[in-house]
């Protein structure tokens, strides 16, 4: 099967699915943060999650990859000696790609949750205030629950981006199937073969992404139709 190389390429799945759901949990942590910091009344927090969301989606993927691996790398080896650190440091390409997908991604889904907060009515703020709720158990026990059913589409696009995004990590190093891949066609000199089994494997990921999804929509969705109707 592919001259060989379908198991080498089949190994690197493990390693994409596995850098796609970490990158998306530290994306959902700081996709949270960011819509909380960018619906608070206290401005410098407001404006700090701004800055976040609009500097962060107008920056191209690739560049910030590049960015944080090479200059990040650069800026850490120079100050380990500072610390008293003398052997030259490595940044591991799987962190890495976790870290720069994360960050960048948690600045797209704070857009995301800021638009399902927002859907929420404000009635449902005052409710559990009336119940000697405090804020943060209001955001956690009203409000999230509910802001997941309004946020699951835009959830469903992000994690689908990033999920192709996976593939930029390859540049850096990160032996997911695209390098694979790549190491597999440079071998054979057959780019198109091992190039679309790879486009099949992200298909099937997420085509099964999106039937989960909808899954779980549907699910958070039980008695909210009957009710608006």
Same mark, same amino acid.
């Given at each position: 099967? &592919?001259? $060989? %190389?379908? +198991?080498? =390429?089949?190994?690197?799945?493990? *390693? @994409?699915?596995?850098?796609? /759901?970490?990158?998306?949990?530290?994306?959902?942590?700081?996709?949270?943060?960011?819509?909380?910091?960018?619906?608070?009344?206290?401005?410098?927090?407001?404006?700090?999650?701004?800055?976040?969301?609009?500097?962060?989606?107008?920056?191209?993927?690739?560049?910030?990859?590049?960015?944080?691996?090479?200059?990040?790398?650069?800026?850490?080896?120079?100050?380990?000696? &500072?610390? $008293? %650190?003398? +052997?030259? =440091?490595?940044?591991?390409?799987? *962190? @890495?790609?976790?870290?720069? /997908?994360?960050?960048?991604?948690?600045?797209?889904?704070?857009?995301?949750?800021?638009?399902?907060?927002?859907?929420?009515?404000?009635?449902?703020?005052?409710?559990?205030?009336?119940?000697?709720?405090?804020?943060?158990?209001?955001?956690?026990?009203?409000?999230?629950?509910?802001?997941?059913?309004?946020?699951?589409?835009?959830?469903?696009?992000?994690?689908?981006? &990033?999920?192709?995004?996976?593939?930029? =990590?390859?540049?850096?190093?990160?032996?997911?199937?695209?390098?694979?891949?790549?190491?597999?066609?440079?071998?054979?000199?057959?780019?198109?073969?091992?190039?679309?089994?790879?486009?099949?494997?992200?298909?099937?990921?997420?085509?099964?992404?999106?039937?989960?999804?909808?899954?779980?929509?549907?699910?958070?969705?039980?008695?909210?139709?009957a009710v608006e109707l």
């Amino acid at each position: 099967m &592919l001259n $060989g %190389y379908g +198991d080498v =390429i089949l190994e690197g799945v493990g *390693l @994409t699915l596995q850098l796609a /759901l970490s990158s998306m949990a530290l994306a959902i942590v700081l996709g949270l943060l960011g819509a909380a910091f960018r619906l608070s009344p206290i401005r410098p927090l407001a404006w700090l999650g701004e800055l976040y969301s609009t500097v962060i989606r107008g920056i191209p993927d690739l560049v910030l990859i590049l960015l944080i691996f090479y200059g990040g790398q650069d800026v850490i080896n120079r100050v380990a000696p &500072l610390l $008293g %650190y003398d +052997d030259y =440091i490595d940044l591991n390409p799987l *962190l @890495t790609g976790v870290f720069t /997908l994360g960050f960048i991604f948690g600045a797209y889904l704070s857009e995301t949750f800021r638009g399902a907060f927002m859907g929420i009515p404000k009635g449902q703020m005052e409710a559990g205030l009336a119940y000697g709720m405090s804020s943060v158990q209001i955001f956690f026990r009203v409000l999230v629950p509910q802001m997941i059913r309004l946020a699951i589409p835009g959830f469903t696009n992000n994690w689908l981006v &990033l999920t192709k995004a996976t593939a930029l =990590i390859s540049v850096v190093g990160l032996q997911d199937m695209m390098f694979k891949a790549k190491q597999a066609a440079d071998a054979t000199r057959q780019p198109f073969t091992f190039y679309l089994a790879v486009a099949v494997l992200y298909l099937i990921i997420t085509s099964v992404s999106l039937l989960l999804l909808k899954w779980l929509e549907r699910r958070y969705s039980v008695g909210v139709r009957a009710v608006e109707l």
